[in-house]
């Protein structure tokens, strides 16, 4: 018999990043969040409306992965600094961004909690070759927003 996984770390740690970041990321000035660049040159603003990008490209492969034994979707990793740029997140509100950002990842932990667990082994593979599956998905993706949101904190820091 399937049982259900349990992603309740991986909820969390997205809940608890969500908290955390969205009142600091709603205080910080223009200056803060356009001057200081991290080793790929991506200022504050860019670095989140990357990760509004992760939630939506893994938004999709989540969703077709549980119709989809094994996904051919791009991959835009190494896209990531293209997809930056014809978005213009240099130009967006800020106040839009950290909105979507969080809502997004809200219906990312909506999704989590209604995924089929029979997909759990259905796999995607990525532009290296790499195979993943919907469950090393989930449970990896919380590890990339904390990367990005330490990035943030060291320019934070600067």
């Excluded at 089929?116 to 995607?124: E, G, P, V, Y």
Aim: hydrophobic letters at 35%.
């Amino acid at each position: 018999m399937n049982t259900q996984p349990d992603f309740t770390s991986v909820k969390t740690t997205i809940n608890k990043c969500l908290s955390h970041w969205e009142k600091t990321l709603l205080e910080l000035n223009d200056i803060q969040i356009t001057q200081n660049r991290n080793k790929q040159h991506r200022n504050i603003k860019q670095i989140l409306g990357h990760l509004i990008d992760s939630a939506s490209n893994n938004h999709q492969r989540m969703v077709r992965l549980q119709y989809s034994k094994e996904l051919v979707f791009p991959d835009y990793q190494q896209d990531n600094d293209l997809w930056i740029q014809l978005q213009q997140y240099e130009k967006a509100d800020w106040f839009n961004l950290i909105q979507l950002w969080k809502y997004y990842n809200l219906h990312i932990i909506q999704m989590i909690d209604a995924v089929d667990i029979k997909k759990l082994n259905n796999t995607w593979k990525n532009f290296e070759g790499e195979t993943t599956t919907l469950k090393q998905m989930i449970e990896g993706y919380p590890e990339h927003l904390l990367l990005h949101m330490n990035e943030i904190q060291e320019l934070l820091e600067l």
